[in-house]
């Protein structure tokens, strides 16, 4: 099966800019994710989507971050305008919801840096 | 709330030689808990969970992990480590709807 596929994989730009991200996860997964992860952390949750509804998004900063999954399947991640803070790498991850606590596939991320 | 922690930074261990990476967790309720590796430049990659039953439980790549619900603890082991298995590794704890990650271990395996 295709894995998670995530665009653009790099992206540079200065901070007051706006950038978004495109995640497609693994057909027929309803469960995506979009995680922040830091040089040297752990990935954090920023938003987590069942279908196309809003599960979990208590760690976002909504002042600057929105995320949507129209019709359940692909999701953006936009950041306006960028913060120097948010140089990082965003995850996002696609879980099936066959059987309970199946594990995340991970997309291999886009790497942001802010000048 | 839930947590994870994996105290060591860092694990060297000579290729060849058992390896442990070591981690704890605190969650309400029933634990359920994975193993994470991450390659450089690579998302992270499904190992091994634990949800219940047996507590040595067997995933990918001859890695397994021990579940310790007394000192709520989901080692990871492999009895042989490999150059190749040097990347980092991540502990993950899941309650309700949420998953917690930790900080990462990196696993440096010396030839």
């Known amino acids: 099966e295709a894995g998670v596929a995530q665009s653009p994989r790099y992206k540079i730009i200065e901070k007051r800019q706006s950038v978004a991200f495109w995640c497609n996860p693994i057909s027929g997964h309803a469960t995506l994710y979009w995680y922040q992860q830091i040089l040297g952390q752990g990935p954090k949750l920023l938003i987590q989507?069942?279908?196309?509804?809003?599960?979990?998004d208590s760690q976002l900063p909504k002042d600057r971050f929105s995320a949507e999954r129209l019709k359940g399947v692909d999701s953006t991640l936009k950041i306006q305008p960028a913060k120097l803070e948010d140089s990082a790498v965003y995850l996002c991850?696609?879980?099936?919801?066959?059987?309970?606590?199946?594990?995340?596939?991970f997309g291999d991320g886009t790497r942001l840096s802010i000048l | 709330a839930q947590s994870v922690a994996q105290p060591e930074d860092q694990v060297n261990v000579a290729e060849g030689n058992p390896l442990t990476v070591k981690c704890t967790y605190s969650?309400?309720?029933?634990?359920?808990l994975f193993w994470y590796v991450q390659y450089p430049n690579r998302g992270l990659q499904f190992l091994l969970k634990?949800?219940?039953?047996?507590?040595l439980v067997k995933g990918s790549y001859g890695f397994e992990a021990e579940f310790n619900k007394s000192q709520t603890s989901f080692h990871l082991k492999k009895p042989s480590a490999l150059v190749s298995d040097s990347a980092l590794y991540f502990c993950?704890?899941?309650?309700?709807?949420?998953?917690?990650f930790g900080t990462g271990t990196k696993l440096q395996v010396i030839p």
């Open positions: 991850a696609s879980s099936s919801d066959r059987g309970i606590n199946q594990p995340q596939h």
């Open positions: 993950a704890v899941k309650g309700y709807q949420k998953v917690t």
């Open positions: 634990y949800i219940t039953g047996d507590n």
């Open positions: 969650v309400s309720g029933n634990p359920y």
């Open positions: 989507f069942q279908n196309n509804g809003v599960v979990d």
